[in-house]
C-alpha cells in the first residue's frame, strides 16, 4: 500500500512552491512518482525531493519535468522564480560585494 503523501508549505519559499507546482500537475497527469521518474530519467525516489524542496532541482531538470508533464512552462516558470529567490539569499547572505563593486 502506498505511503500517504506528505502536506507540503508552498509558502515557506519559492522552492516549496516549486515542489508543490511538481506534485499538482504530476498527480493531475495521474502519475507516480516513479512513472515521472521513468519519463524523465530521474529516480521517483529523487522527484519525491524535489516536491519537498530537499533537493535542488537544476534548469535541466525543470525543463525535462515540465516537457513530460505537459506543463505549458509552468514548471519552468516556478524553478525561475525558486532560483531567483536562491540568488537573492545568497547575495545577501555574502554582503553582495558584488553589487559595490566598481
Not at 32 to 58: D, N, P, V, W, Y
Not at 66 to 87: K, P
Amino acid at each position: 500500500m502506498p505511503q500517504a503523501p506528505r502536506e507540503l508549505t508552498p509558502s515557506l519559499s519559492p522552492e516549496h512552491s516549486l515542489g508543490a507546482h511538481l506534485r499538482q500537475w504530476r498527480t493531475a497527469r495521474k502519475l507516480s512518482q516513479r512513472k515521472l521518474g521513468l519519463l524523465t530519467h530521474h529516480s521517483g525516489a529523487l522527484i519525491g525531493r524535489f516536491e519537498k524542496a530537499e533537493r535542488r532541482m537544476s534548469e535541466r531538470s525543470a525543463s525535462s519535468l515540465d516537457q513530460a508533464l505537459r506543463a505549458g512552462g509552468r514548471i519552468i516558470w516556478a524553478w525561475s522564480d525558486a532560483d531567483d529567490w536562491r540568488e537573492l539569499r545568497a547575495a545577501a547572505a555574502a554582503g553582495d560585494r558584488r553589487a559595490t563593486a566598481p
